[in-house]
């Protein structure tokens, strides 16, 4: 019976050996084995088995990319001026040996190679130029760090200034600064704006008083038009008045001459001929002597006419 209990013993304990021997790597994971304290072998994804009491599993490695966050460096620009600048390094193990045995503490090793870097890349600039070439430093340790952190099996993806953080009285002074320019943007886009207003409402009278000379050269032309109409129509009027004047005029003296009238009778037709073109208007008007004889003639006949009716 005490044989028995002690085979059952036996074999859960090499059935507990047997299975910390075996080990599962998952995804995006590797394992460096040692055996007997030297390096046997990385392990990737899938099953593996180790020899019992002589492997060991030295190291568990991340494969993906991580991030580290490092706290505010202090840093000195060319131009003497300290500020605080906090950086976010992304890096990703490319070699799980190297990281394994490369350096003793990989991330505080990152951590004092960035300070250093950073150190020595605003020390070659001055405070604006910091301020304005973020990219600028970003580039420069990345390639920086990913040279230095090669032989740790170390690949730095990227870099990223967080924070710069200027003393407090270059903050005051350039908010001084932003706030003095705010203010004269402010006044030139008001100047602007006024200029462009005067512009507008000077090209708005323009406008205006080419439209009113336009209107008025167009009024003045049609009155002009009307007048010159009112003139030819009334000029026909008086050649047509004269015409059919003539017109009757010869009728009446072709009538007379039809009807056998003498001499007598057609100067007298004649002088009211002349005294119908006169129409009173004008000044002087030349008589014949003949119908100047026969207008004395007409003077003795209304003077005996007259003295019979006062008889």
């Known amino acids: ?13 090499a059935l507990i050996i047997l299975s910390s021997c075996v080990k599962i790597v998952p995804q995006a994971q590797a394992m460096v084995v040692e055996r007997l ?13 180790k020899a019992p009491f002589i492997d060991r599993v030295a190291k568990r490695v991340i494969l993906k990319e991580q991030v580290v966050d490092f706290p505010p460096q202090p840093v000195i620009t060319k131009d003497n001026v300290t500020m605080k600048i906090d950086t976010v390094v992304f890096f990703q193990i490319t070699d799980p040996k190297l990281y394994t045995y490369g350096v003793e503490n990989p991330i505080m090793a ?14 070659d600039l001055e405070l604006d130029q910091t301020l304005t070439s973020r990219e600028t430093i970003n580039t420069k340790m ?28 270059i903050q005051d002074a350039m908010e001084k600064q932003m706030k003095a320019e705010r203010e ?15 512009i507008l409402v000077a090209e708005g009278k323009k406008q205006s008083v080419i439209l009113d000379a336009e209107a008025d050269k167009q009024s003045a032309i049609l009155r002009a038009e009307a007048e010159k109409e009112k003139r030819i129509k009334e000029a026909e009027g008086q ?19 039809e009807a ?10 004649s002088l009211e001929a002349f005294a119908k073109a006169a129409d009173g208007k004008a000044t002087k008007i030349i008589i014949p002597s003949e119908i100047q004889g026969l207008a004395g ?15």
């Open 260 to 269: 056998g009238a003498d001499n007598a009778v057609i100067q007298l037709k």
């Open 297 to 311: 003639l007409v003077k003795s006949v209304a003077e005996v006419a007259k003295d019979e009716k006062t008889e």
């Open 1 to 13: 019976m005490g044989l028995l209990i002690g085979l059952l013993i036996l074999a859960i304990l």
């Open 239 to 257: 050649a047509e008045a004269i015409l059919k004047i003539q017109q009757a005029t010869a009728d009446g003296i072709r009538f007379i001459k």
């Open 142 to 169: 990345r390639a920086a760090l990913d040279v230095a952190t090669d032989p740790w099996g170390i690949k730095v993806n990227r870099v990223e200034l967080k924070n710069i953080i200027p003393p407090a009285a």
């Open 110 to 123: 990152i951590e004092n190679l960035t300070a250093t870097t950073l150190r020595n890349i605003i020390g």
């Open 184 to 198: 004269r943007r402010e006044a030139i886009l008001k100047a602007e704006g006024e200029k462009k207003s005067t």
């Open 37 to 49: 304290g030297a390096y046997q072998g990385t392990w990737n994804v899938g099953l593996h088995v």
